[in-house]
């Protein structure tokens, strides 16, 4: 049997005043999870003007395990206490498998709760509009 070496762990950030955009390439797993955890943090943290998105790009991720999931799960609660959306990009099928079978992908990816009741109020408001626009004569 051949044991491969593990991928080197490495995170390389974007953001602009709206959006954090973190590459994680390598193994999220047990040893590098708080490495993620604490860059995510301090980045949310820095940003003078709230983020609207925190994007996690996973096209280099390698593996991913309970450990992995559970920083994304933190992420997700530090990021929606701070107003702002958490996107997964680019999921493997490594990381696609984890989150269908622990079915938390919608959790993850749902807007926090202030900014979901706003974009429904523009949606009713827009269809209002329509309808509203659509009967005048």
Do not use: C, K
Request: proline content about 6%; overall charge negative.
């Amino acid at each position: 049997m051949t044991t491969l070496p593990p991928s080197e762990f490495t995170l390389s950030f974007d953001h602009d005043p709206a959006t954090l955009t973190v590459r994680v390439a390598g193994e999220l797993d047990y040893d590098t999870s708080d490495d993620l955890l604490e860059a995510v943090i301090e980045h949310l943290t820095a940003h003078q003007a709230p983020l609207r998105d925190v994007r996690l790009d996973f096209s280099e991720l390698t593996w991913i395990d309970s450990s992995g999931l559970s920083t994304l799960l933190m992420i997700h609660r530090r990021a929606s206490a701070r107003g702002a959306t958490l996107h997964l990009d680019n999921r493997p099928d490594v990381l696609e498998r984890m989150l269908h079978i622990t079915n938390v992908l919608d959790h993850l990816t749902a807007p926090p709760p202030g900014v979901r009741d706003a974009r429904e109020g523009q949606a009713a408001v827009a269809e209002d509009d329509g309808m509203t626009g659509a009967g005048a004569t």
